[in-house]
């Protein structure tokens, strides 16, 4: 196949809530600490509450499942104001085990749609979070043959983007990144002249959610799942090499 | 410089406790563990009982700071019997973000050591663990100008060092892996039919302490400190050009 047509060379997939499922689960288990802690305080913030401690741990944590209970934990430390018991801390630690072992469940038309889009170019998988935890979901997800590299990032910027170009070899605009998340996946590639794919998931973090575009907008598409891939990429193609 | 003078084309180089210390702050914070699960019960296998739940979690957790500490928490709430305080455990969460606030102190020579053989060959820092914590190590440790490549992995086995090999373009016979890690930085690399510096350091972590050197010892140099690393590295240069 002629990797160069249309200008575009290389297609980047994000992940998770976007090749699989992922956020329904952090959801669950927010929901199950909101239970664990609602036993001991009457409070409607709790959500709220470990947003704010799990955004200060942050640049100390990064992002993944491991950090995201352990702010779990902080936050139900000071929410119980420290009478949260060691029955019910164990509970929490045992949410994220479950979280970490949870088998992966492509969405609908996901292989289908890589397949479609591998035939014609190489894709590469491009990543957030834990190493560890990534790299067991992508062995357990049955994708891996399709992709070229995969790329675990510590932060989808700007800056991790132009490094992962010059790695690639491929210039910004013979790019198209496809991933759920405006801030992560969507702006930061528009921003340094590529093309983008936007496929919007039913629940976003707030932490993903907080983004703006800028510019860039109409190098972008945004598609309802995955089997509107290969047409949003036949727009873009066209785009591309006009 | 010729990069491949004497058939070693590269030199990879571990980080933790081998560039800089790490063990010893987990030494600290293991001590401080016992003391805190200490004032519920009086045991002297504390230390053995938390290696067997790090362990157990290994293959759910992964390597570094944020697992060893969720599993320090699990181990306190089994050792205690459900009765350490949340204050207890809140000092835990804090006895893990004290490791992960620590400020990188490289070890004696290392600077100049890795200036030497990068004047003369390409140089990549290998290193295992939580990619989080590992690229603000490396950041902070002001070496990351020395290094080609930084590769954060999950493992450290033989199929991971066959894929760096693969990528950086060099045969194993051509590559030489500088480490105190007899199970990680050198049976594999020898195993897969390359070259070795081991740089035992004071402390080891007992899982790290697991290895049997089968083969291939008689390519591998022991040094006390990156000092005598110029001088390892001419040795295994002359036994790879004969």
Do not use: C
Not at 226 to 237: D, F, I, N, S
Request: hydrophobic share 45%; aromatic share 8%.
């Amino acid at each position: 196949m002629d990797s160069t047509r249309g200008g575009i060379a290389l297609v980047g997939f994000d992940a998770d809530d976007t090749l699989w499922k992922s956020q329904d689960y952090f959801d669950e288990a927010q929901a199950e600490f909101e239970r664990i802690v609602g036993a001991y305080v009457d409070l409607t913030d709790a959500g709220d509450r470990l947003y704010a401690v799990e955004k200060g741990n942050l640049a100390l944590f990064g992002y993944g499942v491991k950090g995201m209970v352990l702010s779990m934990i902080e936050a139900a430390v000071a929410i119980t104001e420290a009478r949260i018991s060691a029955a019910d801390v164990h509970r929490i630690v045992e949410l994220g085990k479950g979280l970490l072992r949870h088998p992966v469940e492509l969405l609908p038309g996901v292989r289908e749609a890589v397949e479609r889009i591998a035939a014609d170019m190489p894709v590469v998988l491009i990543t957030k979070g834990d190493l560890f935890h990534q790299e067991a979901k992508v062995r357990d997800s049955g994708l891996s043959d399709l992709f070229r590299r995969i790329e675990i990032v510590s932060e989808k910027d700007p800056r991790t983007y132009a490094r992962l170009f010059a790695e690639f070899g491929v210039e910004p605009g013979q790019f198209v990144m496809v991933g759920n998340s405006l801030r992560s996946d969507i702006a930061p590639v528009l921003e340094l002249g590529g093309w983008g794919v936007h496929v919007p998931y039913h629940t976003t973090w707030a932490h993903e959610a907080e983004a703006q575009l800028l510019h860039g907008g109409e190098r972008m598409r945004s598609i309802a799942g995955l089997g509107q891939l290969p047409m949003a990429m036949q727009e873009l193609t066209a785009l591309a090499r006009s």
